[in-house]
């Protein structure tokens, strides 16, 4: 019977999707998390009365066919890139992109990963670097003797200098776009990874043309609605319940057809 391999293909899309939904809630206060959603799409399907088939010698054709499809499968889990909202920190070193745009951070093994999670620190040499110590690329160094830190929404950064009026521009952020963002490894950390996918990244200064503007003592928010997972939630359970119950209808089937005498 089918219908009970059916009702498992549900069953198996229905878990992931509840574990997609899971991940998003569980990281609603993630800095610039971008919530995931599972898109599922039919599985083949048997033809026991091919569409289009003569059906006689005068030429008639079959208009409907009977196909009878064999479940579900998982598409993909893409990734909305609708930016969160942009949360005041006052840190110095909180930066949030307004607009589009990834910091570029430099991995131990040198690659580049990027990411929108801005809450930057200071390494031991004054290097700028994220929480666990990698670098922001261009690497940033601020004088030891600074007693304050300004970054401009076009992302120059300016040291204060003990004893001195002018500010001393230090360095300038730059940001990467991607042709494809949904394309990016996620990596773990709030970190992502080019890929074939996403295409190679297009780097400039922020506040020019497709970049975002970097604001300081922001962090963006994740992009997770809480209502609506909490909503999509029930409706997978409820799709859960219903594909065993055909699993638990087509049980008592085959029960009754043993019991035929």
Known sequence: MRSLNIGATGMLAQQLNVEVISHNIANMNTTAYQRRRAEFQDLLYQNQRRVGAASSDAGTIVPVGVQVGLGVKTAAVYRINE?????????TLDMAINGSGYFQIEMPNGDTAYTRAGSFQLSNDGTIVT???????????????????????????LATIDG???????????????????????????????????????????????????????LETSNVNVVEEVTNLITAQRAYEMNSKVIETSDQMMSQLNNIR
């Not at 929480?131 to 261009?138: I, K, L, N, R, S």
């Not at 940001?175 to 970190?191: E, I, R, S």
């Open 83 to 91: 930016p969160g909202n942009l949360t005041l920190t006052e840190n």
């Open 164 to 218: 001195q009026v002018a500010q001393q521009n230090v360095g300038q952020l730059e940001l990467a776009n991607f042709a494809n963002d949904a394309g990016l490894l996620a990596v773990g950390d709030n970190l992502y990874k080019e890929t074939d996918a996403s295409g190679a990244p297009t780097t400039a200064a922020p506040a020019t043309d497709g970049f975002g503007t970097l604001q300081q003592g922001f």
């Open 131 to 157: 929480a666990d110590g990698y670098t922001v690329q261009p690497g940033i160094t601020i004088p030891q003797n600074a007693v304050d830190i300004t970054v401009n929404s076009s992302g120059e950064v």
